[in-house]
T-cell receptor, first 117, second 114 residues
């Protein structure tokens, strides 16, 4: 199956700093990438949908100025958590949709665990 | 409103016993349906998926799921549970529309007792 990678797999940062998380589709092109957030013992909540070359669409309640998403190419999307605070500590998971798939399958990355001190 | 419901928050089964995890969805048309498993601190692993065709779907690790349109359900089953199956299980759906993301249920935690 298609492989999606995320980097870093975990990161610890100080409150007030910014953190960038990369999501790459390794062996396929992805027109659309999704970013999810998962708090401990909770489900995955969709944060935003990004399409290559256009602005991301954010879900209700997600601050677009805090969670900057850039989808610069068909294989790379980045999520930058700006001015991170302890409440932003979470597991961030990206997902990429296969361009040629008739069912528009979505493949998930392994996740990035962010801890803000 | 569109939704995915996993009625059971936590289930405990004995090793070797059968398992059924429930999932119900609320959409106008038949969505695409998925089951994922997540071990503590890990990412998601796809167990199986249903797009169309045969309503009984076979997945990895001995899991299967049956789509029942009349009940808007997609329950996950396994005939004999192993201790290594203890994990968090998520049902997910995607409306049969281009551009939409997977929506996840709240998950069911499976514990396996010896």
């Amino acid at each position: 199956g298609a492989v999606v990678s995320q980097h870093p797999s975990w990161v610890i940062c100080k409150s007030g700093t910014s953190v960038k998380i990369e999501c790459r589709s390794l062996d396929f092109q992805a027109t659309t990438m999704f970013w999810y957030r998962q708090f401990p013992k909770q489900s995955l909540m969709l944060m935003a949908t990004s399409n290559e070359g256009s602005k991301a669409t954010y879900e209700q309640g997600v601050e677009k100025d805090k969670f900057l998403i850039n989808h610069a190419s068909l294989t790379l999307s980045t999520l930058t958590v700006t001015s991170a605070h302890p409440e932003d500590s979470s597991f961030y998971i990206c997902s990429a949709r296969v361009l040629e798939s008739s069912y528009n399958e979505q493949f998930f990355g392994p996740g990035t665990r962010l801890t803000v001190l | 409103a569109q939704s995915v419901t996993q009625p059971d928050i936590h289930i405990t089964v004995s090793e070797g016993a059968s398992l059924e995890l429930r999932c119900n969805y609320s959409y106008g048309a038949t969505p695409y349906l998925f089951w994922y498993v997540q071990s503590p601190g890990q990412g998601l692993q796809l167990l199986l998926k249903y797009f169309s065709g045969d309503t009984l779907v076979q997945g990895i690790k001995g899991f299967e799921a049956e789509f029942k349109r009349s009940q808007s359900s997609f329950n996950l089953r396994k005939p004999s549970v192993h201790w290594s199956d203890a994990a968090e299980y998520f049902c997910a759906v995607r409306p049969n529309q281009a551009g939409t993301a997977l929506i996840f249920g709240k998950g069911t935690t499976l514990s396996v007792s010896s």
